[in-house]
């Protein structure tokens, strides 16, 4: 049941993943050509502002949902309720607090922002910004919920027709008005109808969310979530200098068009990623129910296979973004929109670090191991803060990158591998390391592999140069993988996970009983 759940969460979400993207590409396109590079950095710099808003939720959505696991499994429908009940009640008060920080916050906005001239409505822009994130916080407890069931795909299809009418909406809206402000309200207001479609869904999934009946929660219950939110507090902290300060940092030292160039990176960065999410997110899904009911031998094992997918997924994306990403900026808005070729090779490499960090990082999480690291979160935060402002001096825009890459390489990607050895799998953490460095020497010499063949082969920019290229990479990273891998516990496991998946699925059923 829980790789039927993985499953199916896995191809629903790459199936609406892969239709978003192409109407993102559009809308971006269309919104480059209509308003400017400036407005993408606005965009880019306002979400990344208000995104420090997560740390005052300080880890308890990440715990309470750690603590549904194992009453979901049981259907403890009393705990579930009470957890969910928790839940809401923290967001609710949560959301109030961002209002009145967001409104203290409005002010310096302005010394963050390098404009070329103001922008006309930057105090309505703000809230509707503000708006949004006080939305998803409300109704928070309730995708948390059904994500816990592993039921996410539940929602995947409204999802996606709401996507799809949101990116065309902006789209129309943008050829017709030019308008920022315009833009916006149109995204908000389907926001507002989607999320109470969705709540409806929610709601008949889940009849009992809306019983008034009180449950309390066990004192042991109470503890270990006051324990780990103390702990997810300095988490948040950590990845929010991490992974939400680029863009301030480079509004402030070099300019807000600036971020707009970088956003057309970490745009098609984040399309690829939100791709290769619902793979990581669906095994992730059920790690959850995995560790609440299995042996750490076989927790253990499928870590292996998870580690492997991490590797093979962001190895190949790493490897073709580098060989592909320039050619399709330029096909796509242009050669004004390109940063350096050293910039991008720097992205890249943060990029395949946070990746390869999921495996271990979602093990960690769903084992509900906040405490033993927390410190070490916060010092990676301050590390990439202070590096990049150091960097970013003498490197110039680079810097900002090299941070990141430097507080990771000495924080984390050590720190997080032994927590997860010494108190999950109870085993030497000397394997993860070596397996670690043999993956990353391979997707170097495939990347420069790759890279002149294609050089050798194809020239151009063109679609028709991209697509070729392409083929090149799938094809030859993928059947060396194969060459490497087939022989291995891991990859036999995956294999066999994948047979057993297609036979038991109702097409193929369909298919038998036909023939």
């Known amino acids: ?30 919104f480059v050509d209509s308003l400017g590079a400036e407005y993408l950095g606005i965009n880019g710099l306002l979400t990344n502002i208000l995104s420090m808003m997560v740390l005052i939720e300080g880890g308890i959505g990440a715990s309470i949902v750690y603590n549904l696991y194992k009453p979901l499994a049981n259907n403890d429908k009393d705990k579930i309720v009470a957890l969910v009940n928790l839940y809401k009640k923290s967001y609710g008060i ?29 105090a309505f822009v703000y809230f509707v910004f503000i708006a949004k994130n006080v939305i998803s916080y409300i109704n928070a407890y309730k995708w948390a919920l059904i994500n816990a069931d592993q039921k996410g795909y539940v929602l995947s299809t409204t999802n996606l027709i709401f996507q799809v009418i949101t990116t065309i909406g902006k789209i129309l809206i943008i050829i017709v008005t030019h308008n920022y402000i315009d833009f916006l309200i149109v995204e908000v207001v389907i926001f507002i109808i989607q999320n109470i479609v969705n709540t409806n869904i929610v709601y008949k999934k889940y009849p009992y969310l809306k019983e008034k009946s009180e449950y309390n929660i066990d004192t042991a219950t109470k503890e270990n979530i006051n324990k780990n939110v103390k702990a997810m507090f300095l988490h948040n902290i950590g990845g929010y200098l991490v992974f939400s300060t680029d863009n301030i940092l480079i509004s402030t030292f070099i300019s807000v068009k600036a971020v707009g160039l ?20 669906g095994i992730g899904a059920s790690v959850g129910n995995l560790i609440a009911t299995e042996d750490e031998n076989k927790t253990y094992n499928i870590f292996k296979v998870s580690f492997l997918i991490s590797f093979w ?22 050669d004004n929109y390109l940063l350096s070729k ?12 946070n990746g390869m960090q999921n495996a271990i990082g979602t093990f960690k999480n769903k084992a509900g191991l906040f405490v033993q690291d927390r410190y070490i979160m916060v010092f990676n935060g301050i590390l990439n803060l202070i590096a990049s402002l150091v960097f970013i001096k003498y490197f110039g825009f680079i810097g900002v990158f090299l941070g990141t890459t430097i507080s990771t390489l000495t924080t984390v990607f050590w720190t997080q591998p032994v927590v997860v050895y010494k108190h999950l799998f109870k085993r030497r953490v000397k394997d993860y390391f070596q397996k670690y460095i043999f993956f990353g020497g391979l997707t170097i010499l495939l990347a420069i592999l790759t890279r002149n063949l294609c050089n050798i082969l194809i020239s151009g920019s063109d679609i028709i140069s991209i697509i070729a290229k392409g083929v090149i990479c799938t094809v030859l990273i993928n059947t ?16 066999k996970s994948i047979k057993v998946q297609i036979i038991n699925s109702s097409m193929f059923k369909n298919i038998l009983r036909i023939s």
């Not at 979400?13 to 239709?19: A, D, G, K, L, T």
């Not at 916050?105 to 930057?122: E, R, T």
């Not at 910039?343 to 395949?352: E, P, T």
């Open 480 to 495: 060396i993988y194969i060459m490497i891998f087939y022989k291995s516990q891991e990859f036999k496991y995956l294999l």
């Open 262 to 281: 970088y956003s057309n990176y970490t745009m098609i960065i984040n399309q690829l990623a939100s791709l290769l999410s619902p793979i990581v997110n």
């Open 1 to 30: 049941m829980r790789s039927k759940n993985a499953l199916k969460n896995i191809s629903i979400s790459i199936f609406s993943q892969i239709i978003i993207i192409l109407l993102g590409f559009l809308s971006r396109k269309v």
């Open 313 to 334: 997924i962001y190895s190949f994306s790493t490897i073709v973004m580098f060989i592909l990403l320039e050619d399709f900026i330029i096909w796509w808005i242009g």
């Open 94 to 122: 949560l959301s109030i607090i961002m209002i009145a920080i967001s409104i203290i916050l409005y002010p310096f906005i302005g010394v963050v922002m390098k404009l070329d001239k103001p922008i006309d409505g930057m």
């Open 342 to 353: 050293s910039i991008l090779i720097v992205i890249l490499i943060n990029f395949y670090l």
